[in-house]
């Protein structure tokens, strides 16, 4: 039932959620323009854990209806036929023996009436693993959708960051220039012109490493998305919209905790696995109880007395049979005992599981606190190495401050600008991290938000 409700809920609120089974995978072109929705979607289609999870629900209903088949008729049809070298045969009278040919057709329907109970048990315990691996696959997506936004506000920050770097060298050539002009009229010495071509030279490898950590941040991205790579997409850089700005939340740790509680895939995974495992016990222990088939056929036999095939004998038979096991070396019983054991382990899995989503759920809590605090701080510190670097112009052009004093509070504000974008990027993915130990992940994606 859930998965009827789940599949129709993927595909009323999301299209691109369908479980599709293609063998074949064609890569799909990136977008030219990226937003946090668009990038989600193509991984959604895309990405290759998620086809995976894909494959998994397809292979529990392969067992679904290996396990139904137990409960339904099996009709079998076999054939033979034999022919008797003439060597072999004895003669009665100068008459050889007719039957120096044999043949047989017979198609036998078998209904099992009772096992036990073992094979209604067996059916539910494979519904229940079916809803089992629908709840992997919503997991599946959870993760995959946390990396995916990681990856792409790592893609924003690397991108800001150019952006910040790119400022603090037109400052600097601005300040190069400046010396230069008051080198030229006598008012500072060549010394400061030659610092502030130092400090020039050596804002360019940052400069050049931003832009390579922005072509990396986009090669991990692609990896995350699932991008196979077509020969035209390799090079082709999309444009990335959005930014790192965002709005402050805040949620208790007890309100977290009851939500994760309700909706991570994982507790929900494995509590129809301690079900589906109790349905185990059940199974092995049919083994103690009577099998009763109902078996019918209908042959076509060859008459012992001629060869034609027009005097065959032929005819129903149907009748009941029984096997009981009364003893079986105590096999039935160590199954039994394994099949306790794993029902053990999966309720020791579920505490287990239990408490480590408690603590990721704590961890996400306190994340985003801190994430959110250093944000906010990272503003005022802006503010103050603006003014700061106001200031020290001002004083160096009135001749009462000096050079370094200049360059060290535009140094200040490069690595306040610097921080405040990694303050951003580290809410937003705390933001993220706290949707997926919600078990909100999927939510998280949704274009209202």
Known sequence: MYLKVFMSFCLSSWGFLFLSYGQNRIPVAIPETLDLQSTLTYALENNFSILQAKQRIREQEGLIIDVRSQ????????????????GLSETFGGIFDPNTQNWNIGLTIRQALYKGGSVKAALHAQELFEEAVLYDFKSTINLAVQDVTTRYYDVLLARECIGVQ????????????DAKNRFEVGAV????????????ANAQPHFIQARNNFRLSIEELRQAMGFLGLPKEVTRVPIFMGNLDFTPIEIPVAQALDTAKLHRPELQQLELIVEAREQGIIIKRANRLPDVDL????QHNKSTISSSFGDSLYGWTIGVQSSWAIFDGKSTEGRVLHAKS????????LGQRTLEIEVEVRRAVHDLQEARELAQASVKV???AEESLRLANELYGAGHGTQLDVL??????????LNQLQ????????????????????PYVDPEN
């Open 423 to 442: 303050a951003n990027h580290s809410y937003k993915v705390a933001e993220a991290g706290l949707a997926k130990a919600l078990g909100n992940a999927i």
């Open 71 to 86: 409960a339904l008729p099996n009709a079998l049809l076999d054939a033979n036929y034999t022919h008797i070298d003439s």
């Open 382 to 384: 802006i503010d103050q």
């Open 342 to 349: 794993l029902l053990e382990q999966a309720r020791l899995d």
């Open 189 to 200: 010495s060549q010394f400061e012109v030659l610092r502030a071509e130092v400090e020039l």
């Open 295 to 298: 078996v019918g056929s209908y």
């Open 408 to 417: 060290q509070s535009q140094v200040a504000l490069t690595e306040s600008r």
């Open 166 to 177: 790119q400022q603090n060298i037109e400052l600097l050539k601005s300040q190069l220039q």
